[in-house]
C-alpha cells in the first residue's frame, strides 16, 4: 500500500515536471525500460539498436542532444554519461505538443524552449552560438547520404543558408578579421561591403528571429519512439 502510493505521489511531481498525463509517463517508462534494456538508466550505446536512427544523417546529434546538460537543465554545458528516466521525460517533454488550453504566453513560452532545444543541437561547442562551420557540419551530415552531392557542393549549400540566416539579424554583426565566404547575392547586398567583417555566428536571440513565422512543431519528431502524440528533427 505503502509503495503504491509513493509511486503515485512520484508520477504525479513527474506530471507536474513534464507536463505529460499519467497514461503517456507509463507508456514513455515502457519505452524507456525497452532502451535502457530494463535498466534504471539508458546510456548513448543503448540508441545503437534503434531502427528508424540507424540510417538517420544526423544521429549522433540527435542522441548527443539526449545527453546535453543544457537539455537536461543541469548546467550550461557538458554531456552526461547516462539518464534515468526522469532525465529521459525531460528530453521528451521538449517534444511534448503545445497544449490547446495555454494562453497565449504559455504557448510563446512552450515554443521558445522547444527551439532552445534545436538550438542546442546546432551549437555542438556550447559558447551560445552557432557558427559557420557548426552549420555547415549538419548539412554536409544531412548530404552526406546522397552520393550525387560532393562535399564541396555541400559546403557551399551551407555557406548560402548561413549568410542567408545572417542577412536576417545583420544588426547582429560583428567585427571579425579573417577570410569572407562567398554567399548568395541576396545576402550580400544585405552585409556590410568591408572584407574584414564576417557574421561570426547565429545567437539564440537570432534563432529566434529566423524561427518567427514557422510552425516549430512541423520540424520537430521522436518517430523512433513510435508515439502518436509526441513527435526528433529532421
Known sequence: MGAAHSASEEVRELEGKTGFSSDQIEQLHRRFKQLSGDQPTIRKENFNNVPDLELNPIRSKIVRAFFDNRNLRKGSSGLADEINFEDFL???SYFRPIDTTMDEEQVQLCRKEKLRFLFHMYDSDSDGRITLEEYRNVVEELLSGNP????????????????????????????????????????????????????????????????????IETKMHVRFLNMETIALCH
Open 90 to 92: 525531460t528530453i521528451m
Open 148 to 215: 550525387h552531392i560532393e562535399k564541396e557542393s555541400a559546403r557551399s549549400i551551407a555557406d548560402g543558408a548561413m549568410m542567408e540566416a545572417a542577412s536576417v539579424c545583420v544588426g547582429q554583426m560583428v567585427r571579425a578579421r579573417g577570410p569572407r565566404p562567398h554567399p548568395p547575392l541576396s545576402a550580400c547586398q544585405a552585409l556590410p561591403a568591408e572584407p574584414d567583417q564576417v557574421y561570426e555566428g547565429i545567437t539564440f536571440d537570432d534563432f529566434l528571429k529566423i524561427w518567427q513565422g514557422i510552425d
